[in-house]
Nanobody, 124 residues
Framework: QVQLVESGGGLVQAGGSLRLSCLQS????????MAWFRQAPGKEREFIAS????????YYADSAKGRFTIARDNAKNTAYLQMNTLKPDDTAVYYC?????????????????WGRGTQVTVSS
């Protein structure tokens, strides 16, 4: 069974930065495409970015391009989301997800495993 644990969330002022981490355990990390989603109060969970098993291919939602960067360290079984120039609209619970699908995907239902999320709050 795959387990995902997010960390790194918190309270930050607008314009600031945070780096989220997602530690995976249970099965070979390189089996999975990893992704980050977020869900704000009263809104649907939305895709932010994904990264393939090797880290060579990344895919971003338009809202994340230029400010967010997804990465992974296969030696540490960890995926990351670097978030810069944060805005109050970025306030949400951020979730890490994993899928065995090889092609880049932003579809929530393609992801088999989910973490419990980490809260990010951006103050104005």
């Amino acid at each position: 069974q795959v387990q995902l644990v997010e960390s790194g969330g918190g309270l930050v002022q607008a314009g600031g930065s945070l780096r989220l981490s997602c530690l995976q355990s249970g099965r070979a990390f390189t089996t999975y495409q990893m992704a980050w989603f977020r869900q704000a109060p009263g809104k649907e969970r939305e895709f932010i970015a994904s990264i393939n098993w090797s880290g060579a291919s990344t895919y971003y939602a338009d809202s994340a391009k230029g400010r967010f960067t997804i990465a992974r360290d296969n030696a540490k079984n960890t995926a990351y989301l670097q978030m810069n120039t944060l805005k109050p609209d970025d306030t949400a619970v951020y979730y890490c997800a994993a899928t065995g699908v090889a092609e880049s995907t932003s579809i929530r239902n393609d992801y088999d495993y989910w973490g419990r999320g980490t809260q990010v709050t951006v103050s104005s």
